[in-house]
């Protein structure tokens, strides 16, 4: 009963056009106040402490670092880099802001800023160069997506922090540890990059079957002055993901290491953006951080009324005992979560679902790494689709496209990745592959 109303208030709160945070916050502070003997000293504890986790501090510092990198002219040089790599194949443009799309988001982890970064400068010349506007969309919009499932995407960290200290117990008995952000970066990088395969191939069909354009042939040694170009950029992605691995920094001291070297190689080395611009940059980095954060903190408050309330461990017990095999729990999950993006943006659907589906999951013996990815490709999903895909609002105002024209547009490319989505769900090796040869998996 506890349940239903709870969740009943919070939809009822949100289809009023209240933000999630709010909602979230508002849900919580009714029904401790109305229908539990909660202290509400406790609550506020709750509200300090639930957000006091070193973790976090990585979230505003991968912002930051994406900033940077967006205004500082490092999305133009990769662009140009997989240009040279891949222009003479057909569909060549496309394939380059599929490749461009996957190394910004390496070095950026935000889904946003890719498709800005990246789509503000190759759409216009795809549709200048004779492709259909509509091809130009669905590439970025759909590979923009990468964001989320390379590292250092910011849902994983979001991920690990919601199901952070959760008392949990495997099919066995045994007490089961959460994913580490380490681990989860690890976890994306193989599934990141089959995504981007096919995604990259989807493009080459499409644009074979229809003869698009494609570009001359780049010699060696423009390659090499267009790796040199973008190096600076590129070596972000070893100092990030080899400074992780090697124990050298963790997680949040490699994303200040990051906005350190963002700031560095935008303002010194490339010299695109000048001192003057910095702080627009800090006030843009700050307003996007605070926001997040604030839904992150009544996103925890939420997940503490369900733990008092005994909700996920009523959920997990109730799965079980209907006979709910693994198989049938991911089908039913990925529905949920895909239905879930129909309204709410990627982070919120993180930070409430997870604790509730994470235990259950647990319980059925899922791998919480594995977990972890299959619900970050099904937020990759949910950027790409109406009426709440993020990436369509920001391709649309890119391109002056309507969002249902957009949504024709990525048919094609959002096919592709729920045949991707299936295989991430029954496959788990695609997840946990490369953590255990790394040793970071038993």
């Not at 406790?42 to 509200?47: E, G, H, I, R, T």
């Not at 066995?172 to 580490?180: D, F, L, P």
């Not at 972890?372 to 949910?382: D, F, K, R, T």
Request: charged residues 10%.
């Amino acid at each position: 009963m506890s349940a239903l109303i709870i969740f009943g208030l919070l939809m009822l709160l949100m289809l009023t056009g209240m933000p999630i945070s709010i909602s979230l916050g508002l849900t919580v502070l009714t029904f401790l106040f109305t229908m539990t003997e909660v202290p509400i000293t406790s609550v506020a504890l709750k509200l300090f402490t639930g957000i006091e986790k070193f973790e976090i501090m990585a979230i505003p510092f991968f912002i930051l670092a994406g900033n940077f990198l967006m205004h500082g002219g490092v999305a133009k040089r990769m662009i140009r880099f997989a240009t040279t790599l891949v222009g003479h194949w057909y569909g060549g443009l496309g394939l380059a802001g599929v490749v461009s799309c996957a190394l910004f988001a390496a070095i950026t982890g935000s889904s946003v800023a890719t498709v800005v970064a990246v789509g503000s400068i190759i759409l216009p010349a795809m549709v200048k160069q004779g492709y259909p506007q509509r091809f130009g969309a669905g590439v970025i919009t759909t590979s923009g997506a990468l964001g989320i499932l390379f590292p250092p995407s910011i849902n994983l960290v979001m991920y690990s922090i919601a199901t952070a200290g959760m008392d949990v117990t495997g099919p066995n008995g045994m007490s089961v540890s959460t994913a580490s952000v380490g681990q989860l970066f690890m976890a994306g990088v193989l599934p990141g990059l089959c995504l981007s395969l096919l995604l990259g191939l989807t493009t080459w069909f499409r644009a074979k079957k229809f003869d698009y354009p494609r570009l001359p042939r780049a010699s060696w040694g423009e390659r090499w002055q267009a790796f040199r170009d973008s190096v600076w950029g590129l070596l972000l992605i070893a100092l990030v993901i080899g400074g992780i691995y090697s124990g050298i920094f963790t997680p949040t001291e490699a994303a200040a290491m990051a906005a350190v070297y963002a700031f560095v190689i935008a303002v010194f080395v490339y010299k695109d953006m000048g001192l003057k611009d910095v702080p627009k940059v800090l006030l843009n980095a700050a307003s996007m951080s605070s926001m997040l954060l604030y839904i992150i903190t009544n996103a925890v408050l939420f997940s503490f009324l369900l733990a008092s309330e005994q909700i996920p461990q009523a959920m997990a017990a109730w799965m079980t005992s209907q006979g709910l095999g693994i198989v049938a729990f991911l089908l039913l999950t990925n529905i949920l979560l895909l239905a879930a993006g129909n309204f709410m943006d990627p982070s919120a659907i993180v930070l409430i679902m997870a604790p509730i589906l994470y235990p259950v999951a647990v319980k059925l013996g899922v791998n919480p790494i594995h977990f972890g990815i299959l619900i970050a490709v099904n937020m990759e999903v949910g950027m790409c689709h109406p009426p709440v895909g993020l990436n369509l609002y920001v391709a649309s105002g890119i391109t002056k496209m309507g969002i249902t024209e957009l949504t024709v547009a990525v048919w094609p490319w959002l096919l592709t990745m729920l045949g991707f989505l299936v295989a991430v769900t029954y496959v788990p090796e695609i997840s946990l592959w490369l953590p255990r040869a790394l040793g970071m998996v038993n």
